[in-house]
Nanobody
Framework: QVQLVESGGGFAQLGGSLRLSCVAS????????MGWYRQAPGKQRELVAT???????NYADSVKGRFTISRDGAKNTAYLQMNTLKPEDTAVYYC??????????????WGQGTQVTVAS
């Protein structure tokens, strides 16, 4: 089992910045993917950014050039630096972890979610 604890959400002004953190603990696979999905009221949950232990990243088109995902392997922690925030970024952000084995994703886990609110 994997536990995810995320933090760093809050309130930001238009054009401001926030940094989200997600700490994974428990039965961590040596190969895995971590990242964030977000869900706004009345909308489907959507991918924001992910990064594998192999260094591969995936970003939603809406955040490319503004958000940067990074990882600290020693701490089993992922970070999402969010710059130039827009009101459209307002959502609950959920950290996600997926173990990998022979190229297959295993055992998806979700964090508790953290609210990000951006004012215009």
């Amino acid at each position: 089992q994997v536990q995810l604890v995320e933090s760093g959400g809050g309130f930001a002004q238009l054009g401001g910045s926030l940094r989200l953190s997600c700490v994974a603990s428990g039965n961590i696979f040596s190969a895995n993917t971590m990242g964030w999905y977000r869900q706004a009221p009345g909308k489907q949950r959507e991918l924001v950014a992910t990064m594998s232990t192999g260094g591969l990243t995936n970003y939603a088109d809406s955040v490319k050039g503004r958000f940067t995902i990074s990882r600290d392997g020693a701490k089993n922690t992922a970070y999402l630096q969010m710059n130039t925030l827009k009101p459209e970024d307002t959502a609950v952000y959920y950290c996600k972890y997926s173990g990998q084995f022979l190229g297959r994703d295993l055992n998806n886990y979700w964090g508790q979610g953290t609210q990000v609110t951006v004012a215009s």
